[in-house]
């Protein structure tokens, strides 16, 4: 098991740029593919971003690829993600999540473990 705790959002001006970070607790961090999720207000929450327990293989979302980019530190069992280009429609909060599928984080919002999320509001 991971305990998941995500920082960095907060407020920013469209075209501007973030940096979410999300610690994870646990010795078994670099067994799980890590994946970045988000919910505005009134929709579903979906998948943005995800990263394999390697961090070889990346996985995104159509509205963010060329804008985002996730990564990870086994070493500091941590995983990024940043935003760049930032635009109002990004406004939600972002959830860290954790799975040893890769596939599970890509395809679904079934992931083992989940972070208590973090606002990120983009203005316009």
């Known amino acids: 098991q991971v305990q998941l705790v995500e920082s960095g959002g907060g407020l920013v001006q469209a075209g501007g740029s973030l940096r979410l970070s999300c610690a994870a607790s646990g010795r078994t961090f670099s067994s799980y593919a890590m994946g970045w999720f988000r919910q505005a207000p009134g929709k579903e929450r979906e998948f943005v971003a995800a990263i394999s327990w390697s961090g070889s293989s990346t996985r995104y979302a159509d509205s963010v690829k060329g804008r985002f980019s996730i990564s990870r530190n086994n070493a500091k069992n941590t995983v990024y993600l940043q935003m760049n280009s930032l635009k109002p429609e990004d406004t939600a909060v972002y959830y860290c999540?954790?799975?040893?599928?890769?596939?599970?984080?890509?395809?679904?919002?079934?992931?083992?473990?989940w972070g208590q999320g973090t606002q990120v509001t983009v203005s316009s």
């Open positions: 999540a954790a799975d040893p599928r890769l596939v599970v984080l890509v395809t679904t919002t079934r992931a083992t473990e």
